[in-house]
């Protein structure tokens, strides 16, 4: 298994560019989320997907769209980028299991954006 | 909604030191706990969790951590810590009633020298 894999590894984009950050997993987890990282800040929920066809907003969601057609791909949309929005960005995965109760969520290597 | 807060921001030990690092959090309900860590250009890795059971937590590497729920806490701990452990560690939160979603402290960055 390749586990959760993000493309690309690293992006710069000038203000007002739109994007989409690449997420997939193989190993068929119904639970998908999308963090981003900031200095002193931890990681911030931007969305999440608990299966293919539904999602919901995280603790940061402006600014950022997504959609889940699959059960392997999660992609993160930036519409028009903005220099906020610098960060680096962390897709997960987890089994979510069932009656609420979480399993261990398993990280991919990240996304380095730079918003010029 | 939890939060978590995690005390040191920095932390610079030398070889063989023992480490101690704070978590609390609040929140009133059923919590299930996580210690994530990040070395040098890497994605986070799972250290140790906690979902119910011995409040004492044996993870990966040496670490081990203790869940106190009277005092909201979780700290994580390595009684001698090596330079391989230089590193940054993210405390991390899930309500059950929130379903999958965690929430993460700010991290603290641990320097060890060798």
């Known amino acids: 298994n390749a586990g959760v894999t993000q493309t690309p590894k690293f992006q710069v984009l000038k203000t007002g560019q739109s994007m989409t950050l690449q997420c997939a997993q193989d190993m068929n987890h119904e639970y998908m989320s999308w963090y981003r990282q900031d200095p002193g800040m931890g990681l911030r929920l931007i969305h999440y997907s608990v299966g293919a066809g539904i999602t919901d907003q995280g603790e940061v969601p402006n600014g950022y769209n997504v959609s889940r057609s699959t059960t392997e791909d999660f992609p993160l949309r930036l519409l028009s980028a903005a220099p906020s929005q610098t960060s680096v960005y962390f897709c997960?995965?987890?089994?979510?299991?069932?009656?609420?109760?979480?399993?261990?969520?398993?990280f991919g290597p990240g996304t380095r954006l730079t918003v010029l | 909604a939890q939060s978590v807060s995690q005390h040191n921001h920095h932390v610079i030990l030398s070889e063989a030191a023992s480490l101690e690092l704070g978590c609390n959090y609040s929140?009133?309900?059923?919590?299930?706990l996580f210690w994530y860590v990040q070395y040098p250009g890497q994605h986070l890795q799972l250290l140790l969790k906690?979902?119910?059971?011995?409040?004492l937590v044996k993870g990966i590497k040496g670490f081990e951590a203790e869940f106190i729920k009277s005092k909201f806490s979780f700290n994580l701990r390595k009684p001698s810590v090596q330079w391989s452990d230089t590193a940054e560690y993210f405390c991390?939160?899930?309500?059950?009633?929130?379903?999958?979603?965690?929430?993460f402290g700010g991290g603290t960055r641990v320097l060890v020298k060798p």
């Open positions: 906690y979902f119910s059971g011995d409040p």
């Open positions: 997960a995965s987890s089994t979510g299991l069932a009656g609420g109760n979480t399993d261990t969520q398993y």
């Open positions: 929140y009133g309900g059923t919590v299930n």
């Open positions: 991390a939160v899930n309500a059950r009633a929130a379903g999958n979603k965690l929430t």
